[in-house]
């Protein structure tokens, strides 16, 4: 079987892989969800959308002869990475992610961990605060049952419904964010709290060095939990991982 990578997207790790796979000349494909208006553009094939559960991933990986599955999704797309183990498995296809360490706090740094976004909603009651709610669109109207605060919402693309919060400023923007212009939008909105996921990595990172500087808490949900796979770190690992996994004729 000839080698053909499905890389599994959305995040600057995958990005960087893509940069990588093109200039070594390796057949892949970079695979979206399609959960925003204008993806950044890759250097190699790209599909969107989902593929319909594990099933419809092995059958992606089937028909298009996939050799080897590179999981590099934000870690906390979860049910991709969770059906991305299961399609492997059932089709025999070797699976690596390419992932990024959490963060972990330093001195003086104020986080409040959380273990998902539920409990980062409880931990909000109380009295009215200004927050910055740095989740993207896909979970922001969970804080609705938390109408008295003031939320800042930072989006990748402008809301299709109005927020489901009634005191809210929309900020349409899309990472990597800079540390400089993170506090300089904390100080415009006069924020006193930030929520945001352990996504890990530099594209999000800003807004905890921006907390840090503004000696702001910060609420910090944790990761979910995710398949035991193969962890890689860098695209080179990638390369060299995928040099002792060479192709081979799928299992019967
Ligand atoms: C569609 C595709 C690259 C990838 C860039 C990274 C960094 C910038 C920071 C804040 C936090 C947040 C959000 C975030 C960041 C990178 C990375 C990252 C966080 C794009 C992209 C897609 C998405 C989907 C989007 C989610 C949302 C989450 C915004 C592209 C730009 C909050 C995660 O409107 C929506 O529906 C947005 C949905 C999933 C989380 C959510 O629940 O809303 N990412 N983000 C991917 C697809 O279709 O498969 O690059 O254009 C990618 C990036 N966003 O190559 O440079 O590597 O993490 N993305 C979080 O970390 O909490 C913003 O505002 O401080
Ligand atoms: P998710 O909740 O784990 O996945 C939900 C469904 O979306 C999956 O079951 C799959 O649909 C589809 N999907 C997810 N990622 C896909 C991909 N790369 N290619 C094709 N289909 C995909 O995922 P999510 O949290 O919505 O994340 C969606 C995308 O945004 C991913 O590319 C992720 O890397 C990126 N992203 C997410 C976050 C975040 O905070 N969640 C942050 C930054 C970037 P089917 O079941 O139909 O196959």
């Not at 080897?68 to 059906?83: E, G, L, R």
């Not at 998902?116 to 669109?137: C, N, P, S, Y």
């Not at 995928?242 to 192709?247: D, F, R, S």
Request: glycine share 6%; proline share 8%; with cysteine.
């Amino acid at each position: 079987m000839t080698q053909h990578l499905l890389i599994l997207g959305g995040t600057t790790e995958a990005s960087a892989l893509a940069h990588a796979v093109a200039s070594n000349d390796l057949k892949a494909t970079f695979s979206y969800a399609g959960r925003v208006a204008n993806p950044k553009a890759q250097p190699i094939p790209t599909r969107e959308g989902g593929f319909g559960g594990p099933q419809g991933l092995a059958a992606y990986i089937r028909n298009h002869n996939i050799s080897h599955v590179i999981d590099a999704t934000h870690p906390f797309a979860a049910q991709m990475s969770w059906n991305a183990f299961e399609a492997c498995r059932a089709t025999d296809t070797p699976l690596a992610a390419l992932t990024r360490p959490a963060w972990t706090p330093v001195e003086n740094d104020t986080w409040q961990l959380v273990p998902d976004i539920a409990h980062a909603v409880a931990i909000l009651q109380g009295e009215a605060k200004r927050v910055m709610l740095a989740l993207g669109r896909l979970h922001m109207n969970d804080f609705a049952v938390q109408p008295q605060h003031h939320y800042v919402l930072r989006l990748v693309d402008a809301p299709e419904e109005t927020p489901a919060l009634p005191n809210h400023t929309v900020v349409v923007a899309r990472g990597p964010f800079d540390v400089d212009e993170d506090i300089a939008l904390f100080k415009e909105h006069a924020v006193e709290v930030v929520v945001c996921k352990n996504a890990g990595g530099t594209g999000a990172a800003a807004k905890i060095q921006a907390a840090r500087a503004l000696g702001l808490p910060v609420i910090m949900i944790e990761r979910p939990k995710l398949p035991a796979r193969a962890e890689l770190a860098t695209p080179k690992a990638v390369l060299e991982w995928l040099t002792a996994h060479p192709a081979t004729e799928r299992g019967v």
